[in-house]
Nanobody, 123 residues
Framework: QVQLVESGGGLVQAGGALRLSCTAS????????MSWFRQGPGKEREFVAR????????SYADSVKGRFTISRDGAKNQVYLQMKSLNPEDTAVYLC????????????????WGQGTQVTVSS
């Protein structure tokens, strides 16, 4: 089992920035590709960003490319999502997910999920 706990969400004005963190426990962190997904009000869960096990490869949704950066710290068992130039369309619950070995942009492929952290962007 892998336990994931997100933190760092909050209320921010349009144009602002936030940094989300996800802390993993339970299994060897470096065996898992990590991703961030989000689910806005009345919307389906969507892929945001993912990072490979060693951090050498990243991938982003077109909607966040150039504004969001995913990273990970193996020593701390943490993955981060640095978000800048936020806009109201980024308002959502952001969820951290872990997948054994290789990553994916499909939420159904992920075995482990955190509870999520709310990000609200005001206009």
């Amino acid at each position: 089992q892998v336990q994931l706990v997100e933190s760092g969400g909050g209320l921010v004005q349009a144009g602002g920035a936030l940094r989300l963190s996800c802390t993993a426990s339970g299994r060897t962190f470096t065996n898992y590709a990590m991703s961030w997904f989000r689910q806005g009000p009345g919307k389906e869960r969507e892929f945001v960003a993912r990072i490979s096990r060693n951090g050498g490869s990243t991938s982003y949704a077109d909607s966040v490319k150039g504004r969001f950066t995913i990273s990970r710290d193996g020593a701390k068992n943490q993955v981060y999502l640095q978000m800048k130039s936020l806009n109201p369309e980024d308002t959502a619950v952001y969820l951290c997910a872990a997948k054994f070995l290789s990553g994916s942009s499909h939420s159904d492929d992920y075995n482990y999920w955190g509870q999520g952290t709310q990000v609200t962007v005001s206009s």
